[in-house]
């Protein structure tokens, strides 16, 4: 329960300042593995966004588990007469300030390295590692064992922590399902500061909860992940298409054969001039006399990217296993493009933009992403409406759209997906340059996502945002549809005072144990 007599009866006229000043100065004496810092906290109020930026009191840099089980069990014990609030931050590469907290504590997870990474061999490997672990180390240390996890995110400097409260999707969700489909087990802190284990057999409604749960149920703090053996190579593959519907047909062909590629992505490009040729740093033209003959000037075309892993000493197979799985496609035959790269470099292969985007000073600018979950029945409304009428060009950044099998992704999870069997991801990738007031500018792309967003939000579409962001309640009850009362009643249970990730804004701090 509450311990609101804790606060009552030693100050009983304590006004709100008054006991966010007791509060911060209790914060300040409290004994921690790791530290507590109530200066230098710009950092917890920034994120890959760029657009919300909103200060701390407190940044926690936990050491151990204890720490963050404490500091949640004295915010938890302020009660109702606090507005304090805390707010875990894995890499800060959300996009609205989801891992903010005004005034509040923000917990900085990547200080907690406690237990070491501990692999398990055998039929069914996995890795126990810290959330506050970033998947690049978590791909290195485990390929020193052979082994590799099944399910990735396009960009690896992220957090453990960070995407399972999402959902963790890439190219390889068709077959493994998202990131929260491939973890065995949590150690999750609630928000009433108790260190919970939660797997499907044990506390399963938690561990529901806290997959896709927007950083609402809980901290995590360790998680158990599936690993398989790991290639060494992949080839990987771009060609082009011209038409949206023989362009899909491939996708889903793809994501629905049994034998397939390992990765299935794709992308929109719009009136991009040299396209082909800004390729031939990176890959080679299966037909280069007539990939110079191709010009993608004025055109609206989809780009089909695919991989296959392999082993060095199979190379002759998965030649003749990629010729075969090609010739089933579509696509425009004088754009075919391949590479052969290693798997990490595979995998890690948006971190060679940002190297260069960092140097020409373009990686920290305003990102104002927009993700959509599309369902296969509305695909081509969707593509018509979207890119015949609103969006006229793709230069602020890429944008990403591929099918997935929604039955190889975990039910009863916090995540919402659309209904239909297959989805599509949509990924509006833009980067706003600062100081432009031209197509590549803040205004004109979030004006552009407004109108994006107010089509998509026809109910008949069924259409749902992924790495949400709402402003009110009402909002996100429509987002979550008939499994609000389930996310409310989880809130309830696990966070009752609505301390964790305010920056989600989905509840207000006290308002769902008034309720309750
Ligand atoms: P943060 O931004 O720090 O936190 C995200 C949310 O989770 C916050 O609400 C925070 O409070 C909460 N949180 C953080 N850690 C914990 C924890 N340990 N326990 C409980 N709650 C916690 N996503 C995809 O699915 N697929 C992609 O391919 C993909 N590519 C991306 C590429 C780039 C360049 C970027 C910037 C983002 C990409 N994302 C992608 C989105 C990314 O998965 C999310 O933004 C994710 O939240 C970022 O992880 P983070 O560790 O920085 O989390």
Known sequence: MVNREHLCSNHPFATPQTIESIAHSALAEMRFEGRISFENLEFAARDFGNRYHLMPSAVLHPKSVSDISSILRYVYDLGLSSELKVAARGHGHSLEGQAQAYRGVVISMESLRAPEMSFHGGKHPYVDVSAGEL??????????????????????R???????????????????????????????????????????????????????????????????????????????????????????????????????????????????????????????????????????????????????????RESDNIDQDIDTLLSELSYIRSTLFLSEVSYVNFLDRVHVSEVKLREEGLWEVPHPWLNLLVPRSRIHEFVAEVFGNIVKDTSSGPVLIYPVNKARWKSGTSLITPDDDVFYLIAFLSSAMPSSTGKDGLKHILSQNKKILSFSQRPYLGIKQYLPHYSTEEEWEAHFGPHWEVFYRRKLSYDPLAILAPGQRIFRRGMAYALQ
Not at 137 to 146: A, D, F, V
């Open 135 to 156: 998947w690049i180390n978590i791909l290195h240390e485990s390929l020193k064992q052979g082994l590799t996890p099944r399910s990735w995110t396009d960009y690896l």
């Open 158 to 312: 992220l957090t453990v922590g960070g995407t399972l409260s999402n959902a963790g999707i890439s190219g390889q969700a068709f077959r493994h399902g998202p990131q929260i489909n491939n973890v065995h087990q949590l150690q999750v802190v609630t928000g009433r500061g108790e260190v919970v284990t939660c797997s499907d057999e044990q506390n399963t409604d938690l561990f529901h909860a806290v997959l896709g749960g927007l950083g609402q149920f809980g901290i995590i703090t360790q998680a158990r992940i599936a690993l398989e053996p790991a290639p060494k190579m992949v080839k990987w593959i771009r060609a082009l298409y011209s038409d949206f519907s023989t362009f899909a047909r491939d996708q889903e062909h793809l994501i629905s054969s049994n034998n397939s590629f390992d990765y299935v992505e794709g992308f929109i490009i719009i009136n991009r001039t040299g396209l082909l040729n800004n390729w031939r740093s990176s890959f080679s033209p299966k037909d280069p006399i007539q990939a110079d003959q191709f010009n993608s000037d004025g055109k609206l075309l989809f780009c089909l990217e695919v991989a296959k892993y392999y082993n060095p």
